[in-house]
């Protein structure tokens, strides 16, 4: 059997990396113990590695099935830099193309093989494929098998029958093991048999970041706030989210009149316009890049820096998959969302106008709801996000626009209070907007045909405008005083604490949490690192691949830290492997070779002077 040394010493000659993060341990263990394996990991957690290091040490060759086109290209360029052997096979490629890359598959010459899950549905792939000495299987993405997450593609469930028809060949089961970074314990659940896994190892490395710093700001002038953001911040690589095609030309608009490095991504335009501002953003050419969320699964640029939110996505799988494109080299990064309420019937719309069967609709008003309660939680926005996706957590992060707001809470008993009576004296059976309609003291049609004016709570709340009190409802809501019915018109309806609070045995709180202060990076010498990127930048022109290719931020941190002169020197920097030693080593070590040499010069003319 393969031991754990042996793949860390594989680590440490391919990827230059001393040793594996205890998620990614646990995972190519089971996998080099001939184990099924789920592995549920962050973005930016190091889940191509579970399958890389098995697929370099595993007799026969590892089938990647992966969702886009643009993710195994970058995938395949990288290893490619590392001195490995590896393909992907797409519908952009000729037959013939596709069959000389089946080829070298067939001979031993390749180690892994990237293919889109389309391809498993190809009647002369599946054919081929029968040939092929394939060991091990991984399905990053895997959450998109499932129709509960959110990413569902039918051609994902080409996959259980495709190992299925090797079998009925003659060919022994390959392993496999399934990736996702955005899996429910429902989806998890599901994408286990729908696989066909059996009774796989489990292993679930937490959905926390902590070099993120999570902001939700309700109330600024999106516009404003988005233009002075991205400002403050030119010359880090950034992604804004819009929810529809003319926010994103207008946003991308007024940024270039600016003077700002802008590009535009969405369904819109035509694929080579879409592959060129790809491109242009991971080659830095461009340093922000403002799209729908056509944009990104499976960008692989290391140092994104922040991701903003223009609008809130429709749940919390999306959100959590885009946020976590930022500071996928570790280096402290922001996701901010800026809410405004318009969203929400934004998302209720775009639900209702699919041609989703009902029962998946309700799921999805049950998503955005989480996605809700997210936006108006006053509680650290980290935990929440661990709670929804199963892990439970009481530690807060300290560094998450609620964790870092200093602000003194402001005591809400008696809001709360009216709010809950208004609720149970209309009898659970209305919405947000009726609620607050009645408690401003509203006679519009329908509260006079309910009757509701006559009650002792019309009114209670006249002071505050009904955007004020629906806004408050909202945020009860995510404490978790109040719940929403599923469905398009859902109705609040009150939980067993609100009960404690109309007795006098319970306070509410509130904060309105706006400030943003995230982690700073570590003092490096600025100068230095920037010189370090512009050697990166040739090198990687050179070489014809994006910069985070030759090395990522966090590499040139570390170099810039260590100043290694020597090879054995370079080698002690995590990320450097003897292939980019070789490929790209020499330049960074001339660079601080030079440095040494003039700072001893100007020593000697010191002492002369």
Known sequence: MISMDQARSTLKRVFGYDDFREGQKRIIEYILEGKNTVGIMPTGGGKSICYQIPALMLQGVTLVVSPLISLMKDQVDALHSLGVEAAFINSTQEMGEAGRIVRRAEEGRLKLLYVAPERLESEWFRERAKSLPIAFIAVDEAHCVSQWGHDFRPSYRAIAPFLKELEEAGRPRPLMAAFTATATPEVTEDLIRLLELGEPELVVTGFKRDNLAFAVL??????????????????????????????VEDLCEMLRKAGLAAGRYHAGMSDEERAHMQEAFLYDDLRVIVATNAFGMGIDKSNVRYVLHYNMPKHMEAYVQEAGRAGRDGEPSECVLLFHPQDILTQKFFIEQSEAAPERKTHEYKKLQAMIDYCYTTGCLQTYML??????????????????DERESIDITTEAQKIFSCIFRMRERFGVSMVASVLKGSRNKKVVQYGFEKLPTHGEMRHLTEKAIADLIYVLIAEGYLQLSEGQYPVVRLLPPAAEVLKGQRQVTQRVATSLKPKAAGAVDQTIFEQLRLIRRELASKAGVPPYIVFNDSTLREMAERMPKTEAEMMLVKGIGEAKLKQFGEPFMAFFRQREEESARLDAQEEWA
């Open 387 to 404: 709670r929804y996706f199963g892990e439970m957590s009481d530690e807060t992060c300290g560094m998450c626009g609620n964790c870092k």
């Open 218 to 247: 309700r109330g600024e002038e999106r516009r404003a706030f988005t233009l002075n953001y991205v400002r403050e911040r030119t010359h880090q690589p950034g992604i804004i989210y819009a929810s529809t095609r003319k926010e």
